[in-house]
Structure formats: structure tokens, C-alpha cells
């Protein structure tokens, strides 16, 4: 099973940036589509944005023109470009698999990401 680590949350204003990443315990080249998830206080994890293993991407309506989704399988990486940060923004943000999103995996520690002024 391949195991993700998220880094690179923290406070940021509202308007600022913010770049998250995933990286990966082993090979995710022609393997994995992945997705960048969030969650944030009594709500429940939603998508952010998705990659296939081709460079393919989707975004949720309210992230779509702000936030970009990458992927170097070289180096087993995903990244999350965030401008234009919103304070609804805020949450713990995750990456995972679609294999083990559609199986009920389980989920890593995530990041946080704060937007306030």
C-alpha cells in the first residue's frame, strides 16, 4: 500500500499563497490518480482537486481558477499550488490514492492550512 506524507500548511493572510505536498513511499508513475482532499471543523472531507496518472486534472467549483494541481512522477511527488486564499479555505488538507479513497483507506496526518487576517 503506498504511504503519503503531506507538508508544507501553515498561516497565511487572506489573498496569499501557499504551496502543499504529497510525497510518496514508492513508484506512483502509471500507477495512481491522486487527489487532494480537505477537511475542516464539523465538516466532512471533501475533494479539492484530482490528477491522473497522465496529468488529467479536475477541481471542485470552489477552488477552480485558484488552486493547481501537479504531479512529478519521477520523483514521487504531488504538489498543490493555493493563490487567492480564501478563510473558508482553512481546513486539514490530505492527499491520497483513488484506490484507497474507493476502498476506505485509511488517512494520513495531513497538513494544516489557516487563512485568517
Known amino acids: 500500500q503506498v504511504q503519503l506524507v503531506e507538508s508544507g500548511g501553515g498561516l497565511v493572510q487572506p489573498g496569499g499563497s501557499l504551496t502543499l505536498s504529497c510525497a510518496a513511499s514508492?513508484?506512483?508513475?502509471?500507477?495512481?490518480?491522486l487527489g487532494w482532499y480537505r477537511q475542516a471543523p464539523r465538516k466532512q472531507r471533501e475533494l479539492v482537486a484530482r490528477?491522473?496518472?497522465?496529468?488529467?486534472?479536475l477541481y471542485a467549483d470552489s477552488v477552480k481558477g485558484r488552486f493547481t494541481i501537479s504531479r512529478d512522477n519521477a520523483k514521487n511527488m504531488v504538489y498543490l499550488q493555493m493563490n487567492s486564499l480564501k478563510p473558508e479555505d482553512t481546513a486539514v488538507y490530505y492527499c491520497n490514492t483513488d484506490t484507497a479513497v474507493g476502498l476506505g483507506g485509511s488517512w494520513g496526518r495531513g497538513t494544516q492550512v489557516t487563512v485568517s487576517s
Open positions: 514508492e513508484r506512483i508513475f502509471s500507477s495512481y490518480a
Open positions: 490528477i491522473t496518472t497522465r496529468g488529467s486534472t
